[in-house]
Structure formats: structure tokens, C-alpha cells
């Protein structure tokens, strides 16, 4: 039993997440950094060429951030003032910001208890004749229910625009996840499981709105600087649009050709190390709710969420949090449901009682350490840690 093993507190901090990086990325980028060239060409092309391929996406926009791709997509899509987009309240809280900004209504639809991914059989009453487009979150990397999704979309005439930054590698029903979208956003943030530091991209199906979202994308400007400066001689441009900064470097773009290509053996490592938790903790039922995977889907396994029930503990989600950390190991919390927020209670007079899972997993999720490249004795030593916690505040 590993609560009988002798328990050493280990000397050196154990991160939560690391990025996984090797001479390939290294390379790549002293090769973009000896060419001259830095900004969005040649290999940010390519990146969104492999990723469209990828994803199967008729078209993939790099972007610096998921948020950013948000944004272009809503805007893209002549969604605006008063309208309505359904979403969970169970994630970071990027894009509702920027409906925030764009004078769009979040309206928050709760979660699954057991995946806490956007429950698909409540959207269909939060629909108003305002509501423009449901933003499902692929939470932790396992997707939502996205054929039950795209079929109330179809029905009442809605976009589907997701939230896939931890499900960039995540399928459902043997397809990739963005085959449900109409528009995709993907995050490249230091800590996802394909990083180039800061970074995005917009997979888009439909042509013109995807000519519309490159244009948004920088500035609104009729060429962009790699056909500006070419060979062919300069060019003048004209702004068509006020649009934004959101081009992705191709400083940025070496490290991601070589991140997408370790991606299925990262998964794999992230879907052992998953397999082993859930092995660890499965005698611990009535201290700890694990997240279910759905049998039809291939989660990208993002996250290894932990929920400590706290009823049944005499401790809260932040004493235990503290007391892992107190042992040297890294925690996330992901999330606490942005209705929660101070500036959101404020706005839209958004209190507690109206998402009750949402609001439950807020006080109770705890992220432990998962990533490729963490080693065995290293999670084993979280096991030790957590169970440790737990048990001692056990009732
Ligand atoms: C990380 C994250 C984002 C934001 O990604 P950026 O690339 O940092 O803008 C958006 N949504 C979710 C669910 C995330 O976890």
C-alpha cells in the first residue's frame, strides 16, 4: 500500500506543467533567427498548412493567442452588440471577455458532474431568438457530446465555435473534434500540450469567413508584410476593416512544426500517466471524484483534475491545495466558474445558485502534474503526496 511506504519530502519544487521542448525546436528557431526573417512568412505558413491537415480544417489562421482566435471568430461572424452566445462558466476566462468587448451577452449553461464539459441537454432551453452560436470547452481535453451539439445547432440555425485549447489533439467518434465547428480556436500558451510560448490558431470552414478573419487578423490591412517585402517589390496596402494585431511569429511558428509533430507521442505518455492516477487513486471514492472518460472519444488529456469532496473531508479544496504544495508539488485550479468573478457578478448581476455543478467543481477541482517528460518516481511521489493529504483529513 503506497500510504505504508516511508515518505521522504522531496528538496526541489515539482511543477504542475512543463513544457517539452528539444534540440529539434532549438534548431528550427536558430535557422528562423539566421534567415532574417521573424515575423508571420514562410513557416507560419507552413504551420497553418500542417495544421489544417492536421485537424482537416478548410482553413487555419495562426493567431498569438486562443483568445485572440476567439475574437476574430466571433467578430468574423458578424456576431455584435446583443447577441448571445451560449458557453460554460467552467473555463479560463478569455473569451467571455471578449464578448465582454464585443457588447455580445455570455449566457452560461452548466456542467457535467462527471466530465464538467458543457451539458449538452441543458443548451436547448437557454436558446433566445438573440442566441447566435454555442462555445462548447473540450474540458481537460475530453470533448463534448458534439454530435448531440451540432444537431440542436443545425436546428435552430446556430454556430458552433469551439473552445479546443486543450483538446488540439482530441477526437469523438474517431474524428478530430473541429469535424463538429464551424470555427475552432487553439491554444499554443506555455503551458498546452502543443506550445510555441504564446500562440494560437483559428481552423475555419467556411472560405469567406475565413478571408474575413485573416483580414481581422492584421490590422485590415489588403497584403500582409510578407507579400509587401517580397521579391516581387513593394505594394501598397489598404486598411478595408479596422482590424487587429494577432499575426503569430514565425519565431513562434518553428517551435510549433516540431510540437505538432510530437503531438501523438505526447499523447500517448499523457494518456499512461492519466491511466496511472486513476489507477492510484480509485480506492479513494468517497474523498475524491475522478473525471470519467467517455468510452467513444480520445481525450487529449490536457488536465488530470482531481475533485476533493469536501464533504466528506475536514478540510477545503484550499487547505488540501496548501498542503501539497507544502511538499514541494505544483497545483493548477481549472477553474472557478467565471460567473463567480467579481466583475461579472457586477455586470450581470450574476450570483451563486445558478450553475449548482459549476459552482461545486469551483470549491473542488485541484490540477496535479501531468506532462510529458514527468518522470515515473516523480508522479509516483504526487501519489504519495496526495493520498497523504487526503487521508489525514479524511472523516
Ligand atoms: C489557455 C486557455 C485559453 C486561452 O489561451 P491563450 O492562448 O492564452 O489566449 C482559452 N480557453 C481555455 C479553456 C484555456 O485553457
Known amino acids: 500500500m503506497i500510504q505504508e511506504m516511508t515518505f521522504t519530502r522531496r528538496s526541489e519544487f515539482l511543477p504542475y506543467n512543463r513544457a517539452c521542448l528539444g534540440p529539434e525546436e532549438e534548431q528550427e528557431v536558430l535557422d528562423t533567427l539566421r534567415s532574417g526573417w521573424l515575423t508571420t512568412g514562410p513557416k507560419t505558413r507552413r504551420f497553418e498548412a500542417e495544421m489544417a491537415e492536421f485537424t482537416g480544417a478548410g482553413h487555419c489562421l495562426a493567431l498569438n493567442s486562443c483568445t485572440a482566435a476567439l475574437h476574430i471568430a466571433m467578430v468574423a461572424a458578424g456576431i455584435g452588440e446583443g447577441d448571445e452566445i451560449l458557453t460554460p462558466s467552467m473555463t479560463f476566462p478569455s473569451a467571455i471577455n471578449e464578448m465582454v468587448h464585443e457588447r455580445i451577452t455570455p449566457v452560461f449553461v452548466d456542467v457535467e458532474p462527471d466530465t464538467l464539459n458543457l451539458d449538452v441537454s441543458l443548451v436547448e432551453e437557454r436558446i433566445t431568438p438573440r442566441t447566435r452560436a454555442i462555445m462548447p470547452v473540450h474540458f481537460a481535453g475530453h470533448p463534448v457530446e458534439q454530435d448531440r451539439l451540432r444537431e440542436i445547432a443545425d436546428r435552430h440555425g446556430l454556430l458552433v465555435i469551439g473552445d479546443a485549447a486543450h483538446a488540439t489533439e482530441s477526437t469523438f467518434r474517431g474524428r478530430h473534434v473541429s469535424r463538429f465547428e464551424d470555427m475552432t480556436a487553439y491554444s499554443f500558451y506555455a503551458t498546452k500540450n502543443l506550445t510555441t510560448g504564446e500562440g494560437g ?9 475565413a478571408e474575413r478573419a485573416r483580414l481581422l487578423s492584421l490590422h485590415g490591412m489588403s497584403r500582409d508584410a510578407w507579400k509587401r517585402y517580397s521579391s516581387e517589390g513593394y505594394q501598397h496596402w489598404d486598411i478595408v476593416t479596422p482590424g ?16 505538432l509533430r510530437k503531438l501523438p507521442g505526447f499523447l500517448l505518455e499523457r494518456e499512461r500517466q492519466t491511466a496511472r492516477y486513476d489507477e492510484a487513486f480509485a480506492d479513494l471514492g468517497d474523498v475524491l471524484r475522478l473525471l470519467v472518460r467517455r468510452p467513444h472519444v480520445r481525450s487529449a ?20 491545495m496548501h498542503e501539497i504544495q507544502a511538499e514541494n508539488v505544483g497545483i493548477g485550479i481549472h477553474f472557478r466558474g467565471v460567473h463567480l468573478h467579481p466583475f461579472y457578478r457586477e455586470r450581470f448581476g450574476f450570483a451563486p445558485g445558478m450553475l449548482p455543478h459549476t459552482e461545486r467543481a469551483s470549491e473542488q477541482v485541484i490540477s496535479i502534474p501531468l506532462y510529458p517528460g514527468l518522470k515515473e518516481e516523480d508522479q509516483e511521489y504526487v501519489i504519495q503526496v496526495v493520498r497523504r493529504v487526503l487521508l489525514r483529513h479524511r472523516r
Open 301 to 320: 488529456c490536457h488536465l488530470y483534475v482531481i475533485q476533493v469532496r469536501t464533504e466528506n473531508l475536514r478540510a477545503t479544496r484550499d487547505q488540501v
Open 244 to 259: 487587429y494585431k494577432y499575426n503569430l511569429t514565425d519565431v513562434a511558428s518553428s517551435l510549433g512544426l516540431h510540437q
Open 201 to 209: 490558431m483559428l481552423g475555419i470552414e467556411d472560405d469567406q469567413v
